[in-house]
Every structure is written in C-alpha cells, then in structure tokens.
C-alpha cells in the first residue's frame, strides 16, 4: 500500500514462519493465492495483550518513492525493544528513514516472553537442527529473528533490495539480540553486513551467568512446577493465557532473555567479542545521556502515595524525605539514608518477585558498605538538579545516572573497546534534554532517557520543534550512510569518527559533534571498570 506519509510503499503483515510452540521457527506452507500486504499481522502474545494465535511471525517492508525491482537497495532489519516480552515490529514506522536513504527497511515481530526465552530442559531437542544442537532449550525468538534475517536473503530482491547489503540493527531487547547474534558464527554467517546496536549493551556483563544450564535447573524448572506439568507434552498443552500467567509468577518482569552456551548462542558478549569468535562486520552503538531515568521508577518500589512522590520529586527523594517501610519496618517506618537506597537498588535492581540477572549491576557479595559509600560521593544528589522544583538536588535523577552508567553506558565502551580490535566501530550518545516524552509521573525530568533515541528514527509522531525536526533527519542520514556505506559519514554531515570517539547528538546549530569525554563523562574507567575488574 502507498505509505500514508506518501514517501514510498509499505508491505504490511508478510508472515515469514511458522511459530510451533518452543520449537525452531518453519517456513510457512505457501498460500495458493495473492495476498495483498495492506494490514499488520498479529502481535506476539505477552502479558497485558495475551493474544492467542501464537502464529504472529510477521514482518513489514518499508520501500522508498519510485524503487524500482531490480534497484539492489541496500536494506536495514530493525529488531523492537521490551524487555524481551512486550512490543512488535509494527510500532515503528520507517516511511521516513528509508526515503531520505533510498533504502529499504524491515521492521519484525519475533516471539515473546515465556513462548520465545523459556529455557527447560523438558524441551531440549533431541537432535539437532539448523539452530539448535542436541540439548539446547531457549533462544526461539532469537531463532525468529535470524529466520527472518534468511527470509530477507532470499526474498528481499523481489522488492528491490539487495540481500548482499543487509544491516541488522535493534534497540533495548533488539539490540540485545543484534549483540547475541554478532555471537551466531554457526547460524548466522553471511546474513548481515553491518550491525548497528541501541542501547543493547544491558547484558555484556550479566550474561555470564545466564548460560542455558544454570536457567534450565532454576526459573526453567520452577516455570514447569508453576504449569503443573511433567512433560514437554504437557507444558504445549496449556493454553496461551496459562502460559502467560505462569511467566508473571516465576519470571518477573525482566527476566527472560538469550542463554549462552548452546549453537545460536556459543559464547557470552563478552567471552566472543574479546577472542574475536564472533560475525565481523563494522559495528554502530551508541546509547543515551540518561539511560536510568527511564527504569527508575521500575528499580524502586512505587510509594504508596503518586501525590507525595511527585511533590518530592521522584520515588528516591520520597524514600529520603518520608518515614517508609523500603528501609523500616512496618511497627518502625523510617527515612532512608542515600546510601541504603543504592545498597538495595543494587541488591535488588526491581521489585519483582525474582531480580533478573540481565539487569544485575554487579554480584551480591561485592555490595559492601564501602562501596556503596563510595557510589554515594560519585553521584551526589546536589550534581543533578530538577528543573520541576526549582533546581533541587534530585537524588532519583542521580541513582538513574548511576544505573544507566554502569549497566548501558560502560557497558557499551567495553563492548566497542573489544570490539574495535576487530572491525571498525563507531559510537554515539543522544543527548537532548527536552526529548519528547510520554506524561512524566515520576516527578524529574526525563531528558534523554532509554527509547528517547527511536523518537528521531521512526514515525512515531514525535512533538518536535525546529532543532529537533533537523536533528532527526541528521540521526536518519547517519544511520542511513551507514546502511549503505558501511559508514555514518558522507551527506556533507559533520564529521562521525570512529571509536573511542563518540558522536554527540543535539539538536542546534553545532551540536553534532565528535567527542572524546565519553568515558569521563560516565566514569567507566576511573570508577566502574575497577568495580568490574574487582568483581567480575
């Protein structure tokens, strides 16, 4: 159908698999008549929208104005964030950023939750497949989103596309993915040229301790208790909503994800990136200014009064200010002090009833006293003011930097670091202020918080102003020479070196500027990467 921006041609809604339940995606059985590609497939079940057609593998194509079949665009497949258990590829729309490139974008669903990352043992395979050796349980949506990376190969010349110049790309869980898949060597050769990951560095780290054993013995096993069941035959049984209802009780909310250790997924981020057992190609990552500020209020339990929090300023001020049971008791409430409420956001990162461990800053035994003392007199409250009450010091706005910067920000420095031994890599960090934002209820500004990025690139019907209009189009054109020139610079754009410089992006004139304060900026070397070091 002609895009609604009237800048090309959207393909909504091509189902490139089959979905059977914790297995490897299939080919779908060819349909005998056309089908015209004018409306969005099924979203993938997840908790909140708990559709039951579990069938949702579908994609979307985004052609540019006048593309012609035999034009060999170059191609970018955008994988969506969520935790690994909400979202699809039908939220972003690419109308815009394929016509200013004069490329064509894919946008997918892959599936989610408890359906797409179980890890059980009871369903192992039991031999062995293109993705899976014989053993291996979990990483199905990752099996979707490297299947759709195939159906792209062998069917996206038939759009106009050349499925020699693919870029995989992904925000949040999606660059997640895109960094699990670098991982791929036995999977996924040959499938991309170029990768480009957004805010996706959460687990370079964490995942050393998610292999597929240690989770098919722990939640894998308690999920299968949970559904009552004994067998695999019984566990495809159930229905989607008792599926779903289960994941709630023994996942949480951050707790699903790729397990290492098996043929998708050989090595941790880290493990493959650093001994170069890994899919070389060069390599776009970046991230936000204030990553944290969008998991905050997730990371600390909500008070119990929306108004009071707001007053104060966000949940941590209110814990600070307030008599509470987050650090008293119920007979005893009490004020927090600023170094218990880092002792147990660290020990606890959510308020889920398990702690993922995709979001562990770092292993319990190294929360000791004087760290978090420390931690304290690095991001004291007083540095970072609240514009909604009168520049006080927040010391919510402080604790979202702190997390942003030792599970995103230093985390993707490690990750470009090993993987600039390797290929070339270039680095970037959005930093506008005033993003658009949803409603803000948690009573701080949120700035460049996680997701702020996909503002600038998709058609999401941002509120921009002047500056803001032109620095999406600059965003679009740097991700756009890099799709098809395997680099951001060209277009007469301001310089975009590579790393360990990062590109600045701000709206205003000279604002798109190459950095080199990175790293001091988020105190990877002088604080979180000794802290790694000592416990790694």
Same mark, same amino acid.
């Given at each position: 159908?002609?895009?609604?921006?009237?800048?090309?041609?959207?393909?909504?809604?091509?189902?490139?698999?089959?979905?059977?339940?914790?297995?490897?995606?299939?080919?779908?059985?060819?349909?005998?008549?056309?089908?015209?590609?004018?409306?969005?497939?099924?979203?993938?079940?997840?908790?909140?929208?708990?559709?039951?057609?579990?069938?949702?593998?579908?994609?979307?194509?985004?052609?540019?104005?006048?593309?012609?079949?035999?034009?060999?665009?170059?191609?970018?497949?955008?994988?969506?964030?969520?935790?690994?258990?909400?979202? !699809?590829?039908?939220?972003?729309?690419?109308?815009?950023?394929?016509?200013?490139?004069?490329?064509?974008?894919?946008?997918?669903?892959?599936?989610?939750?408890?359906?797409?990352?179980?890890?059980?043992?009871?369903?192992?395979?039991?031999?062995?497949?293109?993705?899976?050796?014989?053993?291996?349980?979990?990483?199905?949506?990752?099996?979707?989103?490297?299947?759709?990376?195939?159906?792209?190969? *062998?069917?996206?010349?038939?759009?106009?596309?050349?499925?020699?110049?693919?870029?995989?790309?992904?925000?949040?869980?999606?660059?997640?993915?895109?960094?699990?898949?670098?991982?791929?060597?036995?999977?996924?050769?040959?499938?991309?040229?170029?990768?480009?990951?957004?805010?996706?560095?959460?687990?370079?780290?964490?995942?050393?301790?998610?292999?597929?054993?240690?989770?098919?013995?722990?939640?894998?096993?308690?999920?299968?208790?949970?559904?009552?069941?004994? !067998?695999?035959?019984?566990?495809? !049984?159930?229905?989607?909503?008792?599926?779903?209802?289960?994941?709630?009780?023994?996942?949480?909310?951050y707790n699903l994800g790729p397990v290492h250790n098996t043929k998708i997924v050989p090595l941790t981020p880290k493990a493959a990136f650093e001994s170069g057992q890994f899919i070389k190609v060069p390599v776009m990552q970046g991230v936000t200014a204030n990553e944290g500020r969008f998991f905050l209020a997730r990371l600390l339990p909500p008070p119990p009064a929306p108004a009071l929090v707001l007053a104060a300023g966000g949940p941590a001020n209110y814990y600070l200010q307030q008599p509470n049971t987050y650090c008293g008791t119920t007979a005893a409430p009490s004020t927090c002090t600023y170094s218990q409420i880092i002792t147990k956001m660290l020990s606890r990162p959510t308020p889920d009833a398990i702690a993922s461990p995709y979001v562990n800053i770092l292993k319990a035994s190294a929360i000791t006293s004087e760290l978090t003392n420390l931690l304290a007199t690095s991001?004291?409250?007083?540095?970072?003011?609240?514009?909604?009450?009168?520049?006080?010091?927040?010391? *919510?706005?402080?604790?979202?930097?702190?997390?942003?910067?030792?599970?995103?920000?230093?985390?993707?420095?490690?990750?470009? !670091?090993?993987?600039?031994?390797?290929?070339?890599?270039?680095?970037?960090?959005?930093?506008?202020?005033?993003?658009?934002?949803?409603?803000?209820?948690?009573?701080?500004?949120?700035?460049?918080?996680?997701?702020?990025?996909?503002?600038?690139?998709?058609?999401?019907?941002?509120?921009?102003?002047?500056?803001?209009?032109?620095?999406?189009?600059?965003?679009?054109?740097?991700?756009?020479?890099?799709?098809?020139?395997?680099?951001?610079?060209?277009?007469?754009?301001?310089?975009?070196?590579?790393?360990?410089?990062?590109?600045?992006?701000?709206?205003?004139?000279?604002?798109?500027?190459?950095?080199?304060?990175?790293?001091?900026?988020?105190?990877?070397?002088?604080?979180? *990467?000794?802290?790694?070091?000592?416990?790694?």
């Amino acid at each position: 159908m002609a895009s609604p921006l009237g800048r090309g041609t959207e393909f909504r809604g091509i189902q490139y698999a089959n979905a059977p339940r914790w297995q490897p995606p299939q080919t779908p059985v060819a349909a005998n008549d056309a089908k015209i590609a004018n409306k969005f497939g099924a979203v993938c079940p997840a908790v909140g929208a708990p559709n039951e057609a579990e069938d949702c593998l579908f994609l979307n194509v985004y052609v540019p104005p006048d593309a012609k079949v035999d034009a060999k665009l170059p191609v970018l497949v955008f994988s969506h964030g969520g935790g690994f258990v909400v979202g !699809s590829g039908q939220s972003y729309g690419a109308t815009n950023l394929a016509a200013d490139n004069n490329m064509i974008v894919v946008t997918i669903n892959y599936r989610l939750g408890a359906l797409g990352w179980l890890s059980n043992s009871k369903l192992a395979a039991p031999v062995a497949n293109d993705f899976e050796a014989v053993g291996d349980a979990g990483n199905y949506g990752l099996m979707d989103q490297q299947f759709a990376l195939r159906w792209v190969r *062998d069917n996206i010349a038939g759009f106009g596309g050349d499925p020699a110049k693919v870029t995989f790309s992904g925000e949040s869980a999606g660059g997640m993915s895109v960094t699990a898949t670098l991982t791929s060597t036995s999977t996924a050769q040959n499938l991309f040229r170029a990768a480009i990951v957004q805010s996706g560095s959460f687990f370079y780290y964490t995942t050393q301790n998610v292999s597929a054993a240690s989770r098919q013995a722990t939640v894998g096993a308690a999920f299968e208790a949970d559904l009552g069941c004994d !067998s695999a035959a019984c566990m495809r !049984s159930k229905t989607v909503a008792q599926v779903l209802a289960s994941q709630g009780r023994v996942f949480g909310r951050y707790n699903l994800g790729p397990v290492h250790n098996t043929k998708i997924v050989p090595l941790t981020p880290k493990a493959a990136f650093e001994s170069g057992q890994f899919i070389k190609v060069p390599v776009m990552q970046g991230v936000t200014a204030n990553e944290g500020r969008f998991f905050l209020a997730r990371l600390l339990p909500p008070p119990p009064a929306p108004a009071l929090v707001l007053a104060a300023g966000g949940p941590a001020n209110y814990y600070l200010q307030q008599p509470n049971t987050y650090c008293g008791t119920t007979a005893a409430p009490s004020t927090c002090t600023y170094s218990q409420i880092i002792t147990k956001m660290l020990s606890r990162p959510t308020p889920d009833a398990i702690a993922s461990p995709y979001v562990n800053i770092l292993k319990a035994s190294a929360i000791t006293s004087e760290l978090t003392n420390l931690l304290a007199t690095s991001y004291p409250a007083a540095n970072f003011k609240n514009g909604f009450l009168n520049d006080a010091p927040s010391a *919510d706005m402080a604790l979202a930097q702190l997390w942003g910067d030792a599970t995103v920000a230093c985390s993707a420095r490690a990750a470009g !670091s090993a993987l600039g031994r390797y290929v070339k890599v270039y680095a970037f960090e959005l930093d506008d202020p005033a993003s658009p934002q949803p409603s803000n209820t948690v009573g701080f500004p949120l700035g460049s918080q996680h997701t702020a990025d996909l503002n600038y690139l998709f058609d999401l019907g941002a509120p921009f102003n002047t500056d803001q209009q032109q620095l999406a189009l600059s965003m679009r054109k740097y991700w756009g020479n890099f799709v098809v020139n395997l680099d951001p610079n060209g277009n007469s754009m301001p310089r975009f070196d590579a790393f360990p410089a990062a590109q600045i992006l701000s709206p205003g004139a000279g604002q798109l500027r190459s950095a080199s304060d990175f790293d001091q900026r988020h105190f990877c070397s002088s604080l979180w *990467d000794p802290i790694r070091a000592a416990t790694p």
